[in-house]
């Protein structure tokens, strides 16, 4: 009876060992399949967008040249028939029309009289939404200067949507290679690499469970091999009888070493955050206190929000000689690079002005770009190639000249903005920034006389400011909206039209993150009692209340 109850349970045994063998034989997905569908989405994605954007990239500049040439083709073809058509010549002007038609992306022209009546046409017109290029120049006569007529040009791109469709085909046919390439080759590599040595794995892992110790001669170049090494120390661990041991004292010297470590990341980060936050308070307190323009301005306000705890926004202000100078900088970077930046140009700006009269506005931007080159060693060659300092700052000055009502204001790379009673205005600066190893010197700066009337307000701001993404499209701020809310908020203190810039900004990100540093001053200048204008109107009135300009708040933190 007992021989007969021990075959039985062998049998039991058996069976229970047959079927967990079942559970765990073939898998229903297998590895290959799994990164196969796993990385095909990834290649297709990154095939469609190189492709894409190789279209597009090649699109945009071929129909800017094409633009260019159609610019320069009826430059020239106006300036030709300029005198046959002061004439009324058609013998002559009919001709140099005509002859745009032999240019290959020529569609359309006409000559308009300078009351827009029509005297020639030539080609065929384009149809609304074709998206044809159209150049128009005003025709003026030579000696007179006189408006005789107008030269309309129009040109075809339908070349370019042609050979951008073939483009986008082509990706299409890349990613459909790239796909049959990509699943042959996902599951040879697996089978070969992967999945044959887990199924030895397996079936060792099998024989193990019935104390048949089994071990793994695989190659331990890879994590398979590492794998297989671990698995045989395993097998010798479990015959010692103390691997569940060991493996538990590792673990537990692992957790250990790993709390101690999080609490010296915890203890580093919180001295490095406490490092910057004192930074912050050293850059508030170079940064210009807005009351020393008070007895010149009327409402003067200052917005500094840097993107992080620190920026590389700069601003300064100072007033002299009957002077006021306000001086906005747009340093290369944000957080610590970007205010190390500043303290190079607040040093070297104390430098340009430490002389007994008020330089000129291209002058001080002229000096600052040439001392900044010299104290980032920009002027020399690099000796290590690729080391050295390639930074800069795009930089605007406006000087009110508190006796003449002027505004003289230079610019690189930031605009003034006027806000008044016949709308918003904008005068721009320079298309070159100071500084820059790889850029050259910024060349004669223009300087902007304004003559300032009553109400006017004047506006100086980086590029943060504008550069707000958001809306329903995910689009830049832009300088029109910001010209829009300016011109809707003329009526408020400066300091409120600022708090409201503040909101509508916010407004439009929504949930997306700030990119960058934003700073904005906003001054209106007080006008003398009585102080003839350059349309015969004088300022003379009651003086006005001089307030307390104050910045506009911002948190101590990001």
């Not at 765990?24 to 590895?31: C, I, N």
């Not at 790993?258 to 307190?285: D, W």
């Not at 003329?490 to 409120?496: F, G, H």
Request: hydrophobic share 45%; glycine share 8%.
């Amino acid at each position: 009876m007992t021989e007969k109850r021990e075959t039985l349970s062998r049998a039991a045994m058996g069976r229970a060992a047959t079927g967990r063998a079942q559970a765990a034989g073939a898998p229903k997905r297998s590895l290959a399949a799994k990164l196969f569908r796993r990385t095909l989405p990834v290649v297709m994605l990154i095939v469609l967008l190189i492709q894409g954007s190789i279209a597009w990239i090649t699109w945009t500049d071929q129909r800017r040249a094409l633009e260019r040439r159609a610019g320069v083709l009826t430059d020239l073809t106006a300036a030709a028939i300029a005198t046959p058509l002061w004439y009324l010549d058609r013998t002559v002007f009919e001709p140099q029309v005509d002859a745009l038609v032999s240019d290959q992306g020529f569609r359309y022209a006409r000559v308009l009289d300078d009351n827009d009546e029509m005297l020639f046409e030539t080609g065929t017109p384009p149809e609304p939404g074709s998206g044809a290029i159209t150049v128009a120049r005003t025709i003026i006569e030579p000696q007179g200067h006189i408006k005789v007529g107008t030269l309309e040009v129009v040109f075809a791109t339908g070349e370019l949507n042609r050979i951008a469709i073939l483009q986008v085909a082509t990706a299409a046919f890349a990613v459909l290679l790239l796909t049959g390439a990509l699943s042959i080759t996902v599951q040879f590599a697996m089978r070969r690499l992967v999945v044959q040595p887990l199924g030895r794995m397996l079936r060792a892992m099998r024989q193990v469970e019935h104390k048949s110790w089994t071990t793994l001669d695989e190659p331990a170049d890879d994590e398979l091999g590492q794998a297989a090494a671990a698995f045989n120390r395993m097998v010798a661990g479990l015959r010692a009888g103390d691997d569940a041991r060991r493996l538990l004292e590792a673990l537990q010297d692992a957790q250990a070493a790993l709390v101690e470590k999080n609490v010296e990341l915890e203890t580093a980060n919180r001295q490095v955050m406490e490092s910057i936050r004192y930074a912050r308070r050293i850059q508030e307190g170079i940064l210009p206190d807005p009351a020393v323009l008070s007895p010149a301005m009327t409402d003067i306000a200052l917005l500094w929000e840097p993107l992080d705890v620190v920026g590389g926004d700069y601003c300064w202000m100072e007033r002299r000689d009957g002077k006021c100078l306000i001086l906005l900088a747009d340093c290369t970077g944000h957080g610590v690079p970007g205010a190390f930046m500043t303290l190079v140009v607040a040093s070297e700006l104390k430098a340009i002005l430490d002389v007994a009269s008020m330089p000129a506005p291209d002058l001080i931007l002229g000096e600052l770009d040439r001392r900044l080159r010299a104290r980032l060693r920009q002027d020399r060659p690099d000796p290590g190639g690729h080391d050295a300092s390639d930074d800069g700052v795009d930089a605007a000055v406006c000087i009110y000249d508190e006796a003449a009502g002027t505004v003289a204001f230079a610019g690189a790379g930031l605009s003034l903005t006027v806000v008044g009673p016949d709308g918003v205005s904008s005068i721009t600066g320079v298309r070159r920034s100071l500084g820059y190893r790889t850029l050259p010197p910024p060349g004669r700066i223009p300087v902007h006389l304004h003559q300032v009337r009553p109400g006017e307000s004047f506006h100086l701001w980086t590029d943060g400011v504008t550069d707000h993404v958001g809306g329903p499209s995910r689009r830049l701020f832009g300088r029109r909206r910001m010209a829009a809310l300016l011109a809707m908020h003329a009526d408020l203190p400066l300091a409120d039209r600022l708090r409201a810039l503040t909101a509508a900004l916010d407004d439009w990100r929504g949930a997306e993150a700030r990119r960058d540093d934003m700073t904005l001053v906003a001054f209106r200048p007080r006008l003398s009692l009585s102080r003839p204008l350059a349309d015969g109107s004088t300022t003379a009135g009651p003086p006005t209340p001089t307030p307390t300009p104050t910045p506009t708040p911002t948190p101590d933190e990001p």
